[in-house]
């Protein structure tokens, strides 16, 4: 369906990919990881041509088409919702707007040319465009009523829902999405699984969410050594298969007989858990086939992140008597909420409607005041908060020994010993600052 061949890529003297071969199949699902900076939102990018390679070419079967989920939030906003869906298909509505172009200008000697092109519109099942996109929008939780408005009106985390549907638009013949779960609430997320789970052509995707990737994904392609290594599993089997052959390896004097026992007992394990079990027969064959040498060692860092609480907490943490919430719109974003969290409970607040979580936490804080009910912290607890917008944490040049040090208690976290050690837990470079890239802010 769609391979590369000796892919190299060489930024200055840093090479990103080295001799790259690798092939994609139909009915397959890859996840694309690597270390951030390892190259995987530019390997996709070359993969739909929008970046070109050192050297080396990317091979898309003739015939076959191509779909890329948009990262240009605002490259659609002079179009409706429903239409910039349609444009996923691009043979499909180069024909459907030349159709509608002759017919403005309709004259005799243009009929015969109408009838051709709506021949062919019809074998791309044109005639149900619309009514297949307005599914697609429906599904991802565009409500109907904004299906033919302009995308420059449209919230901007809607946006991502229609581009996401643009992408999926048409049953594309290779599938490629970066971060595609960004944005998303818990139900479009689960929808979304099962669409791809069930998706019968080649699916390539980036994504930071384990769960996700562990759902959907047939084969795991890690982006390690300036390599590109392919396994077939989910993402639990490459990393469990990976820290095995790093015990493995350390373990020198170990017997090669109780390795192989060791990973085969391991294999047992990972052979029937698939995401598509027309999957199961082939995975169980390439399984079986697997030398611990052929698993390599990852080389990725993993923050610490450790939390140390100042005292030990009593068993009242929070009482919620009655809370409730509007938008200042004057809409309801929740009421009557009683909750009583005890020490251990742990909680996930979601909603379809992300300025009721972000009320919610935001009351829980003192950074906003409740409509009515009250809430009240256990006395030996203490709280800390990371808002969904935390621009305003952001506003300095300050190197981020400086940056962090303003929330130091003790003249011990004071200290820039103790500060950049804390930093290094978290894989921050020693000359880290925060800049702006796109609406994130990054150390550079």
């Known amino acids: 369906m769609l391979s590369v061949s000796n892919l190299s890529v060489q930024f200055g003297k840093r090479v990103l990919f080295d001799e790259v071969n690798i092939s994609f199949t139909q009915g397959n699902c890859y996840g694309i990881i690597g270390a951030n900076g390892a190259g995987k939102s530019t390997f996709l990018k070359i993969l739909s041509g929008e970046v070109d390679p050192t050297s080396g070419q990317v091979h898309l079967e003739p015939g076959k088409r191509m779909s890329i989920l948009e990262q240009d939030h605002n490259a659609y906003d002079e179009f409706g919702a429903l239409e910039t869906v349609v444009m996923g298909n691009r043979p499909l509505f180069a024909i459907k707007k030349e159709i509608d172009g002759l017919y403005a200008d309709y004259s005799d000697e243009n009929a015969d040319k109408i009838g051709e092109l709506q021949v062919r519109f019809e074998e791309m099942n044109g005639w149900n465009a619309d009514s297949d996109a307005a599914a697609l929008l429906s599904n991802l939780g565009i409500a109907e009523e904004l299906h033919h408005t302009a995308m420059a009106d449209i919230d901007p985390k809607l946006k991502v829902r229609v581009l996401l549907a643009q992408a999926l638009f048409g049953s594309p013949d290779v599938l490629i999405m970066d971060e595609p779960t960004n944005d998303l609430d818990y139900d479009t997320i689960s929808w979304l699984e099962h669409f791809l789970a069930d998706y019968e052509n080649t ?7 384990r ?27 490459w ?31 990972f052979s029937a858990n698939v995401a598509k079990s027309k999957q199961a027969t082939s995975r169980k064959k390439m399984l079986d086939k697997l030398k611990i040498e052929d698993i390599r060692p990852s080389s990725r860092r993993y923050p610490a992140i450790i939390f140390e609480r100042e005292r030990e907490a009593g068993d009242q943490i929070l009482n919620i008597d009655g809370l409730a919430a509007s938008s200042e719109d004057g809409d309801l974003l929740f009421s009557k909420v009683n909750i009583n969290l005890s020490k251990g409970d742990k909680v996930a607040v979601i909603s379809k409607d992300s300025r009721a979580t972000s009320a919610f936490y935001e009351i829980l804080n003192s950074k906003r005041r409740a409509d009515q009910g009250s809430f009240q912290w256990g006395v030996t607890t203490n709280q800390s908060y990371l808002p969904s917008d935390n621009t305003n944490y952001f506003t300095s040049n300050d190197s981020l020994v400086d940056w962090l040090r303003q929330w130091a208690k003790t003249e011990e976290e004071r200290e820039e010993v103790y500060i950049r050690g804390f930093l290094g837990k978290m894989l921050f470079r020693k000359s880290a600052r925060f800049c702006q890239e796109g609406r994130k802010f990054v150390a550079c």
């Open 203 to 209: 699916v390539i995707v980036v994504s930071h969410d």
């Open 211 to 237: 769960h996700f990737l562990d759902t959907i994904c047939t084969h795991i392609s890690d982006i390690d050594f300036g390599k590109m290594n392919l396994y077939s599993g989910n993402y639990t089997f």
């Open 239 to 269: 990393y469990q298969s990976s820290q095995l052959a790093s015990r493995q390896r350390a373990q020198q004097n170990k017997k090669a007989e109780e390795k192989a026992k060791e990973l085969q007992e391991f294999i047992s394990r």
